[in-house]
Each structure stands twice: as C-alpha cells, then as structure tokens.
C-alpha cells in the first residue's frame, strides 16, 4: 500500500524540482531587475544633485597682490590668482600684459581666446596661485618711457602710466565658462598695482 502511494509523488519530482526551479529563477531576475532599477534612480539622483549644486555654486576666479619685482636686470610683476567662490573652478583660457601707455593712446586689452598663458590648472574654494608675468621691456627702459604716479586723468591728458591687464576664462562642475578681465595701474605712492576705479569695464567677473 505504501509503495502505491509513493509512486505517483516520486514519478511527479522531476517536474516540481523544474516548476521550483523556474519560480526561483524568476524570482532571482525580478531581484535583479529591481537592484538595477534602484542603482539607475540613485545615480540618477545623485546626478540631478550634483548639477543643482553646481548651478547654485560657482567658481569666481579674480587677481590679488599685483606688485612689480627686479629679477636681475628684468622688472616682472608678481600677482596671484584666487578662487573666492564657493566651488572649484578651472582656469581654460588666459592671457596677461604688464606694459606702458602714452598720454592719450587708445589701449587695446589683451584677449585670452585661444591663449594659456597662465597655463591650465584648477582652484578650489579659497585656492590661490602665485604667478609672476615679465614685462617686455627692461627697467631702464621702463623708467625713460612713462612717468611713475601719472596714472590719473588730469585735465584731458590721462598721462603715462604702467599698466597689468589680461583676462582669464573658467569653467565649472557643469562646463560654464565665466569670464574674469582685469586691468591694474601702477602706483608710485603705493609702490604696487592698483584698481583704477574710474573705469568699471577694466575689472569685472561675470
């Protein structure tokens, strides 16, 4: 009596160990599908965060202690160049001029497309890098050209003046490219580059 009630089971195995089997694998891609799923969702999100970040903080790359130094017979100017936004930027494009001006001559501002002059490098907040730019000129020839302290606007006549100018073009997280000009007179009182704040257009990041 045993023997034939056990048969019929023992004839039905193969089939439930395949029903069991598929259930399982089944089972298994339905876990895997649902771990993928999640992945993508939080790369995703982790993606969409990390872009809201960078569009609500930015690099903003700006030049600091501009002052002229005698290297030898050469008279370079040192200046450095600061991150004071609130994330990591990178420097793409740059140029940089330390030269003179002459009484009314129109002065055309250095462009930095296509230019790196500065190199290729990345500052994070509050980052700096020190950096020193030669003039083309040597010191004794600097000195015959332009009258130290005239930089002012008197009367019509702007004077001769020493002058650092350049641009500089940064990216952020997201690939924005901002733009940083600058323009610096030298001052003979101040020993050192300054602002010329008669002249908004010479000194600005966008």
């Known amino acids: 009596m ?3 009630i056990t048969r019929p089971l023992n004839d039905l195995s193969p089939l439930i160990t395949a029903i069991a089997t598929g259930v399982i694998a089944i089972y298994t891609l339905t876990l895997a599908r649902v771990g993928r799923d999640q992945h993508t969702a939080a790369m995703e999100a982790l993606g969409l965060g990390r872009a809201e970040f960078n569009a609500t903080h930015r690099p903003k790359f700006i030049v600091r202690d501009v002052f002229p130094e005698e ?6 100017v040192r200046f450095t160049v600061v991150n004071v936004g609130d994330a990591t930027g990178r420097l793409e494009e740059s140029s940089r001029l330390v030269g ?6 129109l002065f055309i501002h250095p462009r930095s497309f296509g230019k790196r002059e500065m190199g290729v490098f990345s500052l994070a ?6 950096m020193v730019c030669p003039y083309e000129r ?4 600097v000195i015959k050209t332009f009258k130290p302290g005239a930089w002012f606007k008197d009367e019509g006549d702007v004077g001769s003046f020493a002058y650092f100018a350049g641009a500089m073009v940064y990216s952020d997280g997201n690939g924005l490219r901002r ?6 007179i030298y001052s003979e009182a101040h020993k050192r580059y300054l602002r010329d704040e008669t ?8």
């Open 71 to 76: 290297m030898g017979s050469q008279l370079v």
């Open 100 to 105: 003179a001006q002459f009484g009314n001559q």
């Open 179 to 184: 733009r940083t000009v600058f323009r610096r």
């Open 125 to 130: 907040p509050g980052e700096f890098k020190e």
């Open 2 to 4: 045993f023997v034939e």
């Open 138 to 141: 040597t010191i004794g020839e």
């Open 199 to 206: 002249d908004t257009e010479y000194d600005y990041a966008d």
